[in-house]
Protein backbone atom coordinates (compact mmCIF):
# COMPACT_ATOMS: atom_id res chain seq x y z
CA UNK A 1 0.00 0.00 0.00
CA UNK A 2 1.52 3.75 -1.28
CA UNK A 3 1.93 6.05 1.76
CA UNK A 4 1.66 8.45 -0.80
CA UNK A 5 -1.57 10.01 1.37
CA UNK A 6 -0.17 10.24 4.34
CA UNK A 7 2.48 12.10 3.03
CA UNK A 8 0.68 14.55 1.19
CA UNK A 9 -1.87 15.23 4.01
CA UNK A 10 1.54 15.85 6.04
CA UNK A 11 2.90 17.94 3.96
CA UNK A 12 0.00 20.57 3.33
CA UNK A 13 0.21 21.20 6.98
CA UNK A 14 3.96 21.25 7.09
CA UNK A 15 3.47 24.40 4.44
CA UNK A 16 0.75 25.97 5.62
CA UNK A 17 2.36 25.83 9.36
CA UNK A 18 5.37 27.31 8.43
CA UNK A 19 7.44 24.44 9.35
CA UNK A 20 9.67 24.61 6.66
CA UNK A 21 11.42 27.93 7.88
CA UNK A 22 14.08 26.28 9.98
CA UNK A 23 15.34 24.56 6.88
CA UNK A 24 16.00 27.67 4.68
CA UNK A 25 19.09 27.94 3.12
CA UNK A 26 20.96 28.74 -0.56
CA UNK A 27 21.85 25.99 -3.02
CA UNK A 28 24.84 26.77 -2.10
CA UNK A 29 27.19 24.59 1.03
CA UNK A 30 28.05 26.51 3.77
CA UNK A 31 30.62 23.78 4.62
CA UNK A 32 31.75 23.57 0.81
CA UNK A 33 31.64 19.87 1.01
CA UNK A 34 30.05 17.36 -1.39
CA UNK A 35 28.89 13.87 0.15
CA UNK A 36 28.65 10.58 -1.81
CA UNK A 37 27.38 8.17 0.61
CA UNK A 38 24.95 5.05 0.65
CA UNK A 39 21.39 5.16 0.21
CA UNK A 40 20.96 3.20 3.56
CA UNK A 41 18.15 4.15 5.92
CA UNK A 42 20.13 4.16 9.02
CA UNK A 43 22.01 6.73 7.69
CA UNK A 44 19.38 9.35 6.73
CA UNK A 45 20.06 11.01 9.91
CA UNK A 46 23.39 9.23 11.88
CA UNK A 47 25.39 10.66 8.67
CA UNK A 48 24.32 13.87 9.32
CA UNK A 49 24.55 14.17 13.30
CA UNK A 50 28.04 12.21 13.24
CA UNK A 51 29.61 14.73 11.29
CA UNK A 52 27.94 17.88 12.69
CA UNK A 53 26.26 19.06 9.73
CA UNK A 54 23.22 20.43 9.58
CA UNK A 55 20.52 21.69 6.41
CA UNK A 56 22.39 23.62 4.25
CA UNK A 57 26.19 22.65 4.99
CA UNK A 58 26.90 20.36 2.60
CA UNK A 59 25.51 18.84 -0.67
CA UNK A 60 24.64 14.82 -1.00
CA UNK A 61 24.39 12.28 -3.26
CA UNK A 62 23.57 8.75 -2.65
CA UNK A 63 23.81 5.67 -4.42
CA UNK A 64 23.61 2.05 -3.26
CA UNK A 65 27.39 1.34 -1.43
CA UNK A 66 28.18 4.67 -1.95
CA UNK A 67 29.32 3.47 -5.79
CA UNK A 68 30.33 5.13 -8.77
CA UNK A 69 29.84 2.98 -11.57
CA UNK A 70 30.42 4.98 -14.96
CA UNK A 71 33.12 7.77 -14.79
CA UNK A 72 30.27 9.60 -17.26
CA UNK A 73 27.11 8.78 -14.52
CA UNK A 74 25.36 10.61 -13.19
CA UNK A 75 26.66 10.22 -9.78
CA UNK A 76 30.41 11.40 -11.73
CA UNK A 77 28.19 14.72 -12.81
CA UNK A 78 26.98 15.64 -9.71
CA UNK A 79 29.95 15.33 -8.06
CA UNK A 80 31.39 17.92 -11.17
CA UNK A 81 28.39 19.64 -11.12
CA UNK A 82 28.78 20.53 -7.30
CA UNK A 83 33.12 21.04 -7.29
CA UNK A 84 32.12 23.88 -10.55
CA UNK A 85 28.62 25.36 -10.26
CA UNK A 86 28.05 24.25 -6.21
CA UNK A 87 31.41 25.81 -4.82
CA UNK A 88 32.43 22.36 -3.15
CA UNK A 89 36.01 22.61 -2.52
CA UNK A 90 36.28 18.99 -1.08
CA UNK A 91 34.54 15.89 -1.74
CA UNK A 92 33.68 13.03 0.66
CA UNK A 93 33.14 9.33 -0.06
CA UNK A 94 31.87 7.74 3.15
CA UNK A 95 30.57 3.66 2.63
CA UNK A 96 29.42 1.98 5.54
CA UNK A 97 29.93 -0.98 7.14
CA UNK A 98 27.26 -3.91 7.23
CA UNK A 99 26.62 -2.54 3.48
CA UNK A 100 23.65 -4.58 1.68
CA UNK A 101 25.87 -3.92 -1.76
CA UNK A 102 28.25 -6.09 -0.07
CA UNK A 103 25.59 -9.07 -0.08
CA UNK A 104 24.15 -8.70 -3.38
CA UNK A 105 24.00 -11.59 -5.05
CA UNK A 106 23.05 -10.50 -8.90
CA UNK A 107 21.22 -14.21 -9.84
CA UNK A 108 19.01 -13.40 -7.17
CA UNK A 109 18.09 -9.94 -7.78
CA UNK A 110 17.53 -11.02 -11.37
CA UNK A 111 14.78 -13.95 -9.93
CA UNK A 112 13.23 -11.04 -7.64
CA UNK A 113 12.98 -8.92 -10.90
CA UNK A 114 11.11 -11.85 -12.81
CA UNK A 115 8.98 -12.79 -9.97
CA UNK A 116 7.80 -9.18 -10.01
CA UNK A 117 7.12 -9.06 -13.30
CA UNK A 118 10.22 -8.51 -15.61
CA UNK A 119 9.67 -10.68 -18.65
CA UNK A 120 12.96 -12.99 -18.55
CA UNK A 121 13.15 -12.32 -22.17
CA UNK A 122 14.56 -8.74 -21.44
CA UNK A 123 18.06 -10.20 -19.86
CA UNK A 124 18.13 -11.59 -23.60
CA UNK A 125 17.78 -8.31 -25.54
CA UNK A 126 19.69 -6.84 -22.83
CA UNK A 127 22.83 -9.24 -23.13
CA UNK A 128 22.42 -9.20 -27.15
CA UNK A 129 22.48 -5.49 -26.56
CA UNK A 130 25.97 -5.52 -24.44
CA UNK A 131 24.56 -4.80 -21.81
CA UNK A 132 25.89 -6.82 -18.73
CA UNK A 133 23.46 -6.90 -15.98
CA UNK A 134 25.52 -9.26 -13.60
CA UNK A 135 28.31 -6.37 -13.60
CA UNK A 136 25.73 -3.88 -13.43
CA UNK A 137 24.24 -4.89 -10.32
CA UNK A 138 27.70 -6.32 -8.92
CA UNK A 139 28.00 -5.55 -5.45
CA UNK A 140 31.45 -5.47 -3.57
CA UNK A 141 33.03 -7.82 -0.63
CA UNK A 142 35.00 -5.11 0.74
CA UNK A 143 33.72 -1.92 2.21
CA UNK A 144 37.23 -0.25 2.36
CA UNK A 145 38.66 -0.86 -1.39
CA UNK A 146 35.04 -0.25 -2.79
CA UNK A 147 34.94 3.37 -1.00
CA UNK A 148 38.98 4.07 -2.33
CA UNK A 149 37.61 2.58 -5.68
CA UNK A 150 35.04 5.32 -5.78
CA UNK A 151 37.62 7.72 -3.97
CA UNK A 152 40.28 6.51 -7.23
CA UNK A 153 37.70 7.09 -9.66
CA UNK A 154 37.05 10.80 -8.74
CA UNK A 155 40.78 11.96 -8.50
CA UNK A 156 41.65 10.05 -11.85
CA UNK A 157 38.78 12.05 -13.68
CA UNK A 158 39.89 13.97 -16.44
CA UNK A 159 37.05 16.67 -15.57
CA UNK A 160 38.30 16.85 -11.59
CA UNK A 161 41.15 18.82 -10.86
CA UNK A 162 43.76 17.59 -8.46
CA UNK A 163 43.45 20.27 -5.94
CA UNK A 164 40.06 19.47 -4.86
CA UNK A 165 40.78 17.25 -2.02
CA UNK A 166 38.81 13.50 -1.90
CA UNK A 167 38.31 11.66 1.29
CA UNK A 168 37.31 8.13 1.96
CA UNK A 169 35.85 7.35 4.61
CA UNK A 170 33.55 4.49 6.53
CA UNK A 171 30.58 4.93 8.78
CA UNK A 172 29.72 2.76 11.45
CA UNK A 173 25.43 2.24 10.88
CA UNK A 174 25.32 2.23 14.58
CA UNK A 175 27.15 4.29 16.54
CA UNK A 176 28.32 6.96 13.92
CA UNK A 177 32.17 6.03 14.73
CA UNK A 178 33.97 7.62 11.47
CA UNK A 179 37.14 5.65 10.04
CA UNK A 180 39.30 7.46 7.89
CA UNK A 181 39.88 5.29 4.94
CA UNK A 182 42.29 8.31 2.55
CA UNK A 183 42.76 11.67 3.73
CA UNK A 184 42.78 13.46 0.52
CA UNK A 185 44.52 16.56 1.89
CA UNK A 186 47.83 14.34 1.88
CA UNK A 187 46.86 10.50 0.31
CA UNK A 188 47.40 12.54 -3.14
CA UNK A 189 48.45 10.75 -6.82
Same mark, same amino acid.
Given at each position: ???????????????????????????????????????????????????????????????????????????????? !?? &??? +??? @????????????? %?????????????????????????????????????????????????????????????? !?? &??? +??? @????????????? %?????
Amino acid at each position: MSNLNEILTFNKSFVENKLYTPYLTTKFPDKRIVILTCMDTRLTEMLHKSMNIKNGDVKIVKSAGAVINHPFGGIMRSLI !VA &VYE +LQA @DEIYVIGHYDCGM %SAIQTDKIVEKMIGRGVDPHVFDVLKHSGVNVDSWLEGFSDVEKSVLHSVDMIRNHPLMIPS !VP &VHG +LII @DPDTGRLDLVTDG %SVDKN
